[in-house]
């Protein structure tokens, strides 16, 4: 038998023992036995002196053949039984597998960050129930029954006579009904309307809505309070431009614009060239609501606002899609850390 010939034997008679090892130590003894420094390979090896130089090189890279595949094999071998035996091939030098961690939705940190500012002027936050009974929604808002203002916001009506609230400004008249003066109110969340879904419109968005009761309150309040918002939101150098404006349960009432932040009021695409943009409503509540809820408007007067979260979103991260908001597309989502 040549050399050569004595070497593939040993090569098939290793992989079929490896094959057969049922332990790792019966894998470290078949390595000794034939790739050790006594082992049969080194053996044969020692009988390549003798050959002439050109047969010495066949069976030269011959047993190096052998030899890197037996190496290979054992360590294939030698896995398989350490991973069996309790993952200790653990390796805590390896890089992990990275996790992306979940953020607060864009629409939650905005309405956390107008709360937080207002939070510091000493509004204290509140929350009523989604679905709100007519007299809390409208009546007690100073809609009555069959007025045209109860169209300017169209209603999903839902069994028993009730309703999707159509803005968070009922957690007023809620609270109004159950405290005494002074009562500063910061009313979050959820609001529904019966509208056609557009870029500038959805059936369900967010408010934040906000009033103080308390004897001698004035319109200069109101206005102290809002520009302190504004600034803090938008940025120090705002103008505030005050319009007059109508809702049922304030009287007078008004919309705020501000100087458009981002030409500082030069005009650009984002304020449609006029250096505005439309911010908010408020108004000093109506006597009318005041009396209804129990308190007596010569004694006490008070202001309200309401803030459009998805409006103030859109405006100060430039998003030209209220829908963006809702289709949890994660790539829009990511970009608000
Ligand atoms: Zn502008």
């Given at each position: 038998m040549s050399l050569v010939e004595e070497i593939t034997r040993l090569e098939s008679e290793a992989l079929e023992r490896i094959g057969q090892a049922d332990s790792l130590e019966s894998v470290g003894e078949l390595h000794v036995q034939y790739l050790g420094r006594k082992g049969s390979l080194v053996a044969i090896l020692r009988q390549l002196g003798k050959l002439p130089p050109e047969e010495k090189k066949i069976v030269g890279a011959r047993a190096n053949q052998a030899r890197v595949r037996l190496e290979s094999e054992f360590k294939t071998a030698q896995a398989r039984f350490e991973t069996d035996e309790?993952g200790s091939v653990f390796d805590?030098t390896?890089?992990?597998?990275?996790?992306?961690?979940?953020?607060?939705?864009?629409?939650?940190?905005?309405?956390?960050?107008?709360?937080?500012?207002?939070?510091?002027?000493?509004?204290?936050?509140?929350?009523?129930?989604?679905?709100?009974?007519?007299?809390?929604?409208?009546?007690?808002?100073?809609?009555?029954?069959?007025?045209?203002?109860?169209?300017?916001?169209?209603?999903?009506?839902?069994?028993?006579?009730?309703?999707?609230?159509?803005?968070?400004?009922?957690?007023?008249?809620?609270?109004?009904?159950?405290?005494?003066?002074?009562?500063?109110?910061?009313?979050?969340?959820?609001?529904?309307?019966?509208?056609?879904?557009?870029?500038?419109?959805?059936?369900?968005?967010?408010?934040?809505?906000?009033?103080?009761?308390?004897?001698?309150?004035?319109?200069?309040?109101?206005?102290?309070?809002?520009?302190?918002?504004?600034?803090?939101?938008?940025?120090?150098?705002?103008?505030?431009?005050?319009?007059?404006?109508?809702?049922?349960?304030?009287?007078?009432?008004?919309?705020?614009?501000?100087?458009?932040?981002?030409?500082?009021?030069?005009?650009?695409?984002?304020?449609?060239?006029?250096?505005?943009?439309?911010?908010?409503?408020?108004?000093?509540?109506?006597?009318?609501?005041?009396?209804?809820?129990?308190?007596?408007?010569?004694?006490?007067?008070?202001?309200?606002?309401?803030?459009?979260?998805?409006?103030?979103?859109?405006?100060?991260?430039?998003?030209?899609?209220?829908?963006?908001?809702?289709?949890?597309?994660?790539?829009?989502?990511?970009?608000?850390?």
């Open positions: 309790g805590p390896l890089p992990g597998t990275a996790q992306r961690a979940g953020t607060v939705h864009i629409i939650n940190q905005v309405m956390g960050e107008i709360c937080q500012t207002f939070y510091g002027m000493g509004f204290q936050i509140s929350q009523g129930p989604h679905v709100e009974t007519d007299y809390f929604n409208f009546e007690s808002l100073n809609f009555p029954p069959d007025h045209p203002a109860r169209d300017m916001q169209d209603t999903f009506f839902v069994e028993g006579g009730r309703l999707l609230r159509t803005h968070t400004t009922p957690v007023q008249t809620r609270e109004l009904a159950n405290s005494k003066p002074p009562i500063k109110i910061l009313a979050p969340g959820k609001t529904f309307r019966n509208e056609a879904i557009s870029t500038r419109a959805h059936v369900s968005f967010h408010q934040v809505d906000g009033f103080l009761v308390d004897e001698g309150v004035t319109m200069a309040d109101l206005k102290g309070c809002l520009v302190a918002f504004c600034r803090s939101f938008f940025g120090e150098e705002l103008k505030l431009k005050w319009r007059p404006s109508y809702f049922p349960f304030t009287e007078p009432s008004a919309e705020v614009d501000i100087s458009c932040f981002l030409c500082k009021g030069k005009g650009c695409q984002l304020c449609k060239y006029s250096g505005w943009l439309e911010i908010l409503g408020c108004g000093m509540i109506d006597p009318a609501v005041l009396e209804m809820a129990g308190h007596d408007p010569e004694k006490y007067t008070g202001y309200a606002f309401g803030i459009g979260v998805e409006r103030v979103a859109m405006l100060k991260y430039k998003i030209n899609d209220i829908r963006l908001f809702f289709n949890n597309n994660v790539r829009f989502l990511r970009q608000f850390f």
